[in-house]
């Protein structure tokens, strides 16, 4: 479940599709994409799209894709997602490799919801980077990877 206080803006990459239909996305991905104004709020977005199928996961699609991202992003340990590693660890992907993430948000994608499962995916993740992208974001990646596992691992459950 995503933060219904969280703000999206689109990517250079989501105006293009936004203007131009470059990606060719399916109605509900383009739909909420449009909704996507770096202004109304999670919450506001599932309003405005409440005839649509899941708006959290189309929100969730379109950032793994890097057609939008958080306002937050940038801010260590902010978080879209609630209870939901897996998600924080594609958003993280997303923002530290941009459209660079595809194979990373595959391998994630395809992880078991436990957080050993996650921690071994994330260090397989960290040599992907290390081997086709950039050491330092590698670095980076595990780094943060690690703590979105450990604070998932200890966050009391409902």
């Known amino acids: 479940m995503i933060d219904p206080r969280l703000v999206f803006l689109k990517t250079e990459k989501g ?19 449009i909704l996507v104004n770096g202004k109304s709020t999670v919450d ?17 699609q379109l950032a793994a894709l890097g057609f939008i991202h958080s306002q937050s992003a940038s801010k260590p ?3 879209a997602f609630t209870n939901n590693p897996k998600g924080e660890l594609i958003a993280l992907a997303h923002e530290i490799l941009g ?22 995916t994330a260090t397989a993740c960290k040599r992907l980077i290390k081997l086709a992208i950039d050491d330092h974001k590698a670095g ?6 690690q703590e979105i596992i450990y604070s998932s691992s200890v966050r009391p459950s409902h």
């Open 15 to 33: 105006e293009a599709e936004f203007s131009t239909r470059a990606y060719k996305l399916n109605h509900a991905l383009r739909y909420v994409l």
């Open 140 to 145: 980076d990646f595990e780094r943060r990877a």
């Open 99 to 120: 459209t660079q993430a595809a194979a990373v948000i595959k391998k994630l994608n395809a992880s078991d919801e436990t957080p050993p499962a996650l921690a071994e």
């Open 77 to 79: 340990r902010a978080s």
């Open 44 to 60: 506001e977005i599932r309003s405005k799209g409440a005839g649509l199928p899941n708006v959290d996961e189309t929100l969730s």
